[in-house]
């Protein structure tokens, strides 16, 4: 039963496909953390000055204990109060649209590239027929008679 199973492990891992998806995966995580470090360190501070020096990754509601106040989200989260950190939600959620634009554009890149080639494909397919003025098939492009009607062209 499991004579096999090394052998079929290393050919289901050495499949094109397999190892394409495996470079994707690890290129999209670098790719997280940049975008992370962007939305965090470059595109989050000017917006927090324009709105009157707000750290959004601060930004937290206490749920529990009611009452109490602390000085930041380390705070309350090291004395063990309930909190919804909306400030990191927010980060989150803008690291997810820069993301999704980014991978948009992308494949809208690629779908451009197909679709122009695909045109140029067809393109050369189409000038190696042309179409029989009098009987309307198509012959080969270099004719001089048709061979369907044998007319001179």
């Not at 989260?77 to 991978?103: D, E, W």
């Not at 189409?126 to 080969?140: H, L, N, R, S, V």
């Amino acid at each position: 039963m499991f004579k096999n199973l090394g052998k079929e492990l290393r050919d289901f891992i050495l499949r094109g496909n397999v190892m394409d998806m495996a470079v994707g995966i690890i290129i999209g995580a670098a790719f997280g953390k940049i975008v992370d470090s962007l939305v965090k360190d470059i595109i989050m501070p000017p917006i927090g000055v324009l709105l009157g020096k707000v750290d959004f990754s601060s930004l937290y509601f206490q749920i529990y204990p009611m009452g109490t106040k602390y000085d930041s989200l380390d705070a309350a989260t090291a004395a063990g109060a309930v909190t919804i950190n909306y400030g990191l939600f927010l980060n989150t959620v803008i690291s997810f649209l820069i993301v999704a634009c980014a991978i948009f554009a992308i494949i809208k890149f690629v779908n451009t590239i197909k679709d122009k080639a695909c045109k140029e494909e067809a393109a050369e397919e189409a000038a190696t027929e042309k179409e029989c003025p009098y009987c309307c098939t198509q012959i080969p492009i270099n004719a001089k008679r048709c061979p369907h009607c044998t007319s001179e062209l």
